[in-house]
């Protein structure tokens, strides 16, 4: 893979720190950061969360760490505890009044509607209507709950078409999807594979070669936007266009798109996709994912439901995604709301809700045009940066690769980083104590996310100059102790953290 830098910063960029202040000056969202709390260097090390809890020797423990690590959890919006306080308040205040309550000093509506507040802003930054977008459930939940309704295996169609490599999540529940209509994985999951060992990522033209092989047999595409492991972004509006020239449903995994890079999943004509709000979109550790359904598929029929027909897309039903005019008249008789609202099954946390609105206000004070052409020269940035200080071992070997495509059109904010085998462990260990917070994956990448609303110019430059130190630290068998990293294994007791995607 090419890997010549992609990206033209001012002709013949310098790789001084005083250039990447000078991209920070004129960055238009530099002050978009200040919406954020960034940890600092002491409390990553601190044992304790209220008080010091570690030695305040020397100048760098109230320093800001270097957070590169927004594609497994986002840092925390400042106003996000003023958004769940108003919530607390109102429950506290008003109880069950509170779902239908307004406040004149309040930033969120009344319970009952947060969710279609939370709709519409989400909306903007996955480029749908208000109506095809329901904020709603987990990722692999939501997953399920897409399938069933896009699943509809038949003798003639039955296989579903994923990714070798996708997350482990998405692979059980196409699995677990395929064994409950009494279908055999062996022949019913179809796995797109990179051409070659050496190349990790996939073309698109892999992609529509295995489309076109399997079109007459399948029932339906589950792809991701962005691959987790490579940082590949697949060519969504090409392949979705394909697929549907094959007569083939697709539908889209976004765990690493939504909040990352400009899709436009509505005039794509995506048929529908699933998503965590926990990564680029800063709402928390596990928080409430969301749901795109294309307006094709979330029309109800009346005429035809009055005629005993269904008169919508089938799927599994709950109160929730009822009719909302008719909720509370506990009828048995489910009519649905139109567009992507009508597939919730039960009501949502308010609560998380809260935390996901805090996070959209914010990126609703810019576009997701303006987040992704920062992105793009701050990733473009981070390349660079790697390509032209390649350190070196003892042998003169090379101590890394980057397996992220090169062109910007082809990833996102995350480059993967590929260390000489051996060195990981020791990398990460040396990026901790300098107060550097990226991930990896084994046994031998290290994921690094520039995320383009809170991370900088200079943070970048900084990471590179410490990551190239530590690459060295590990080649010539040196290091801090023999204390496992939290990255890498949790410590000794932890959980490991490449159990998060």
């Known amino acids: 893979m090419d890997h010549s830098p992609s990206l033209d910063l001012h002709g013949n960029p310098s790789n001084s720190k005083e250039f990447a202040k000078s991209l920070d000056a004129e960055d238009p969202l530099r002050n978009l950061?200040?919406?954020?709390?960034?940890?600092?260097?002491?409390?990553?090390?601190?044992?304790?969360?209220?008080?010091?809890?570690?030695?305040?020797?020397?100048?760098?423990?109230?320093?800001?760490?270097?957070?590169?690590?927004?594609?497994?959890?986002?840092?925390?919006?400042?106003?996000?505890?003023?958004?769940?306080?108003?919530?607390?308040?109102?429950?506290?205040?008003?109880?069950?009044?509170?779902?239908?309550?307004?406040?004149?000093?309040?930033?969120?509506?009344?319970f009952l509607n947060v969710d279609e507040d939370a709709a519409e802003k989400m909306s903007k930054i996955i480029g749908a209507l208000p109506s095809e977008v329901a904020v709603m459930g987990t990722l692999t939940a939501n997953l399920h709950l897409l399938m069933a309704s896009f699943y509809r295996p038949t003798k003639e169609r039955w296989k579903i078409i994923l990714e070798g490599k996708a997350f482990p999540s998405d692979h059980y529940a196409v699995e677990s999807q395929i064994r409950h209509h009494n279908l055999n994985p062996a022949d019913s999951m179809i796995l797109i594979e990179p051409k070659s060992l050496d190349d990790a990522t996939i073309s698109t033209e892999r992609i529509c070669s295995v489309i076109d092989e399997h079109a007459s047999t399948t029932a339906l595409i589950l792809l991701p936007g962005i691959q987790y492991y490579t940082g590949q972004y697949f060519d969504m509006a090409k392949i979705t266009a394909h697929a549907h020239e094959r007569e083939v449903l697709i539908g889209w995994d976004l765990a690493h798109a939504a909040g990352n890079v400009d899709?436009?999943?509505?005039?794509?004509?995506?048929?529908?996709?699933?998503?965590?709000?926990?990564?680029?979109?800063?709402?928390?550790?596990?928080?409430?994912?969301?749901?795109?359904?294309?307006?094709?598929?979330?029309?109800?029929?009346?005429?035809?439901?009055?005629?005993?027909?269904?008169?919508?897309t089938p799927r599994l039903s709950g109160w929730w995604g009822g009719d909302k005019s008719t909720r509370f008249r506990m009828e048995n008789t489910f009519v649905p709301i139109p567009g992507a609202a009508g597939f919730q099954v039960s009501n949502p946390s308010a609560l998380d809700?809260?935390?996901?609105?805090?996070?959209?206000?914010?990126?609703?004070?810019?576009?997701?045009?303006?987040?992704?052409?920062?992105?793009?020269?701050?990733?473009?940035?981070?390349?660079?940066?790697?390509?032209?200080?390649?350190?070196?071992?003892?042998?003169?070997?090379?101590?890394?690769?980057?397996?992220?495509?090169?062109?910007?059109?082809?990833?996102?904010?995350?480059?993967?980083?590929?260390?000489?085998?051996?060195?990981?462990?020791?990398?990460?260990?040396?990026?901790?104590?300098?107060?550097?917070?990226?991930?990896?994956?084994?046994?031998?990448?290290?994921?690094?996310?520039?995320?383009?609303?809170?991370?900088?110019?200079?943070?970048?430059?900084?990471?590179?100059?410490?990551?190239?130190?530590?690459c060295e630290v590990a080649a010539h068998g040196k290091g801090t102790d023999g204390r496992g990293s939290l990255m890498v294994d949790g410590g000794r007791d932890r959980p490991a953290w490449s159990e998060i995607k």
């Open 33 to 110: 950061r200040g919406e954020f709390i960034i940890p600092s260097k002491g409390e990553l090390k601190s044992e304790q969360l209220f008080g010091q809890g570690i030695s305040t020797e020397g100048s760098t423990t109230h320093e800001p760490c270097i957070y590169l690590c927004g594609n497994s959890l986002g840092l925390q919006p400042r106003r996000t505890s003023d958004r769940i306080s108003a919530h607390l308040k109102a429950w506290s205040s008003k109880g069950v009044y509170g779902h239908f309550k307004s406040h004149e000093d309040s930033p969120l509506p009344p």
């Open 263 to 312: 899709v436009k999943l509505h005039d794509w004509n995506v048929d529908f996709a699933a998503w965590c709000n926990y990564k680029y979109v800063n709402s928390g550790p596990g928080a409430i994912g969301a749901i795109f359904v294309h307006e094709r598929h979330g029309n109800v029929d009346m005429d035809k439901k009055n005629q005993g027909q269904l008169g919508y």
């Open 353 to 470: 809700l809260s935390a996901v609105i805090a996070s959209l206000e914010i990126f609703n004070m810019t576009s997701m045009s303006a987040i992704r052409q920062k992105s793009i020269r701050l990733t473009g940035w981070l390349e660079y940066l790697l390509q032209t200080k390649q350190p070196s071992g003892p042998d003169q070997e090379i101590l890394y690769s980057i397996i992220t495509p090169s062109k910007p059109e082809e990833r996102g904010a995350q480059l993967s980083v590929r260390l000489k085998a051996g060195l990981l462990d020791t990398v990460m260990k040396e990026l901790e104590e300098n107060g550097v917070v990226v991930d990896e994956r084994k046994p031998d990448v290290v994921r690094v996310a520039p995320a383009p609303l809170y991370n900088t110019f200079v943070e970048v430059w900084e990471f590179v100059q410490i990551f190239c130190k530590s």
